[in-house]
Structures are given as structure tokens and as C-alpha cells.
């Protein structure tokens, strides 16, 4: 379920949409799986830690596999949230012990933060949130950051400039509006923001489901990447025409998973709006 780009090697390491690799050849690199989780959390405590392992086995014996047969690994690349997939959350327990596998394989920790970077989930970057035994290896950016880029340890700094490069790379134009970007969050306070609205529309999706749980199930987030399961593409699908009819812009992600994606500057009197149209429309399905 990753999304990590549309280039030739990024694209190998996608797996959300089969469109996106049609006709395009692509490297012999393992997939491993993300956990998955059962909601409420509290709930299904025991049956998401035995998900992690899981998941954790499955890292550490595709490693091992690829190195038994002589053929080395780079790395691993993981989103901290898992967007394009269905947003999903990993346990700050997975991605730490992720983190410890590779560092124990000595292989790169590449995480990829172009939709979860500069301030979605209330904190700058989303591994910030999981207490990582040090920072990742390399972290990609893109989107909000206005140009495409990574930062990286000084052990995977190439010796050769221009090695890395792209078009999006460096544009004096896009730095002096990054720049501005950045002092406008801090100056507004806009990761605060992010966290309190973002509570309080995870409140207002949880109070919905309650409500509705023939229609509605699964709300999760983290600051503003928010989500809940829908049962269904189909009804998914229906409840974004229907709140896009009533003004509010609300997108897919997953099998049936309804995403919301605010501005870092949407405030509780915006989510107020979004979780009434919400009750309009399932009140509506409800009949």
C-alpha cells in the first residue's frame, strides 16, 4: 500500500495503485508488510502487538533472505504513516524496533515524510512522534516544503556533488517562499494548532461513529492526517460526492478509507463546519 513517488526507482517501492506502474519496469526489491490495526486500540490490544511482530519477522527475514543469496540491501523506506495505503498508523513500538533492525543489519532508515512532513501531524516531522533511537538515516520532503528534497545523515552524504540532484532542487525562488512558509508557522503557532483541531476533529469523528457505526468505523489520526473507514468503496465514495456537493473537499484513500487533509491554518470553527456536513450526510444515509 506505500506511495513513494512515480520515477523509476521510487516507483518500485509503490504499491497503492497498480495504474501507476502499468507498462514501466521495475527493480527485484522485496515488499514488506505494514501494520494493519484492529480500532479502538485499547480494544485490540493484544491482536495489534502480535501485528507488529508480524510485521517486524517479516523485515527482519526478507533482510536476511536477500543477504543469504549475495544480493545486498540498501535500506529500508517507510512512510510514518501509511497514506495512499488506507492511513495507517504504526505503534512508536514499530517503528523503534524497525529503526533498531536495521540499524543491527547495518542498512539504511530512509523515511519518507513528503505527505506527514512540515507539520501535518502537529510535530515539523511525523518521526518525531515515535521517539526514534536518533534521527533516521535520510528523510524525504516535498509538497508543503515547496521543492523537492531530503536531508541525510553525514554516513550517506555522497562524496561527489550533483550526485543527487534533481530540477526541484535548490531554486533560490522556491527557498525565499519555503522561508516564508516556515516564519509563518512558527510565527502563528501553527503546529499547536494542528494538534488542538486536530483532536477536537478526531473527537468529532469518533462522537460521529458512535452515532452511525453501521456507517462509519476505524476514525483515526494524527494532527491533521484524520481518517475513518467506511465499510465500503462504494458508500466511501457516495459520502465524498455528497460532502463535496455541501461545500467541504474530502478525498479517498485505501479501499474505504474517507481522508481528511486540512490546511495547516484550519482552525476548530472549520472543523465544526466539516463535522456537521459529515452529520448531515450520514443522517441523510440514515434516512
Same mark, same amino acid.
Given at each position: 500500500?506505500?506511495?513513494?513517488?512515480?520515477?523509476?526507482?521510487?516507483?518500485?517501492?509503490?504499491?497503492?495503485?497498480?495504474?501507476?506502474?502499468?507498462?514501466?519496469?521495475?527493480?527485484?526489491?522485496?515488499?514488506?508488510?505494514?501494520?494493519?490495526?484492529?480500532?479502538?486500540?485499547?480494544?485490540?490490544?493484544? &491482536?495489534?502487538?502480535?501485528?507488529?511482530?508480524?510485521?517486524?519477522?517479516?523485515?527482519?527475514?526478507?533482510?536476511?533472505?536477500?543477504?543469504?543469496?549475495?544480493?545486498?540491501?540498501?535500506?529500508?523506506?517507510?512512510?510514518?504513516?501509511?497514506?495512499?495505503?488506507?492511513?495507517?498508523?504504526?505503534?512508536?513500538?514499530?517503528?523503534?524496533?524497525?529503526?533498531?533492525?536495521?540499524?543491527?543489519?547495518?542498512?539504511?532508515?530512509?523515511? $519518507?515524510?513528503?505527505?506527514?512532513?512540515?507539520?501535518?501531524?502537529?510535530?515539523?516531522?511525523?518521526?518525531?512522534?515515535?521517539?526514534?533511537?536518533?534521527?533516521? $538515516?535520510?528523510?524525504?520532503?516535498?509538497?508543503?516544503?515547496?521543492?523537492?528534497?531530503?536531508?541525510?545523515?553525514?554516513?550517506?552524504?555522497?562524496?561527489?556533488?550533483?550526485?543527487?540532484?534533481?530540477?526541484?532542487?535548490?531554486?533560490?525562488?522556491?527557498?525565499?517562499?519555503?522561508?516564508?512558509?516556515?516564519?509563518?508557522?512558527?510565527?502563528?503557532?501553527?503546529?499547536?494548532?494542528?494538534?488542538?483541531?486536530?483532536?477536537?476533529?478526531?473527537?468529532?469523528?469518533?462522537?460521529?461513529?458512535?452515532?452511525?457505526?453501521?456507517?462509519?468505523?476505524?476514525?483515526?489520526?494524527?494532527?491533521?492526517?484524520?481518517?475513518?473507514?467506511?465499510?465500503?468503496?462504494?458508500?466511501?465514495?457516495?459520502?465524498?460526492?455528497?460532502?463535496?456537493?455541501?461545500?467541504?473537499?474530502?478525498?479517498?484513500?485505501?479501499?474505504?478509507?474517507?481522508?481528511?487533509?486540512?490546511?495547516?491554518?484550519?482552525?476548530?470553527?472549520?472543523?465544526?463546519?466539516?463535522?456537521?456536513?459529515?452529520?448531515?450526510?450520514?443522517? &441523510?444515509?440514515?434516512?
Amino acid at each position: 500500500g506505500a506511495f513513494h513517488g512515480r520515477t523509476f526507482g521510487a516507483l518500485t517501492t509503490t504499491h497503492s495503485k497498480p495504474i501507476h506502474k502499468l507498462d514501466i519496469p521495475a527493480f527485484d526489491w522485496p515488499i514488506a508488510s505494514f501494520p494493519i490495526y484492529k480500532y479502538p486500540l485499547e480494544e485490540f490490544k493484544t &491482536e495489534n502487538e502480535a501485528e507488529d511482530r508480524r510485521c517486524l519477522e517479516e523485515v527482519q527475514c526478507l533482510i536476511e533472505q536477500r543477504e543469504n543469496t549475495g544480493k545486498d540491501v540498501a535500506g529500508v523506506v517507510i512512510e510514518p504513516i501509511q497514506c495512499e495505503g488506507g492511513d495507517h498508523h504504526p505503534s512508536t513500538n514499530f517503528m523503534q524496533k524497525l529503526q533498531a533492525i536495521t540499524k543491527k543489519a547495518d542498512v539504511g532508515f530512509l523515511v $519518507d515524510e513528503v505527505q506527514t512532513g512540515c507539520g501535518s501531524t502537529g510535530k515539523m516531522w511525523c518521526h518525531e512522534h515515535y521517539h526514534l533511537d536518533g534521527p533516521p $538515516d535520510i528523510v524525504t520532503f516535498s509538497k508543503k516544503m515547496l521543492t523537492g528534497g531530503f536531508y541525510l545523515s553525514k554516513k550517506y552524504r555522497p562524496k561527489q556533488g550533483y550526485r543527487v540532484f534533481n530540477t526541484w532542487m535548490g531554486d533560490p525562488g522556491k527557498m525565499l517562499l519555503l522561508e516564508a512558509v516556515l516564519q509563518t508557522i512558527k510565527t502563528e503557532n501553527l503546529l499547536d494548532n494542528v494538534t488542538k483541531t486536530g483532536n477536537h476533529l478526531l473527537k468529532g469523528l469518533e462522537d460521529l461513529q458512535a452515532r452511525y457505526p453501521q456507517y462509519l468505523n476505524s476514525a483515526r489520526g494524527l494532527g491533521f492526517i484524520v481518517s475513518v473507514n467506511c465499510f465500503t468503496a462504494l458508500r466511501r465514495d457516495k459520502f465524498m460526492h455528497k460532502l463535496r456537493k455541501r461545500g467541504v473537499h474530502v478525498g479517498g484513500c485505501g479501499v474505504d478509507v474517507l481522508r481528511l487533509r486540512p490546511a495547516l491554518n484550519f482552525t476548530q470553527h472549520h472543523a465544526d463546519i466539516l463535522l456537521d456536513s459529515l452529520k448531515s450526510v450520514l443522517a &441523510e444515509e440514515a434516512g
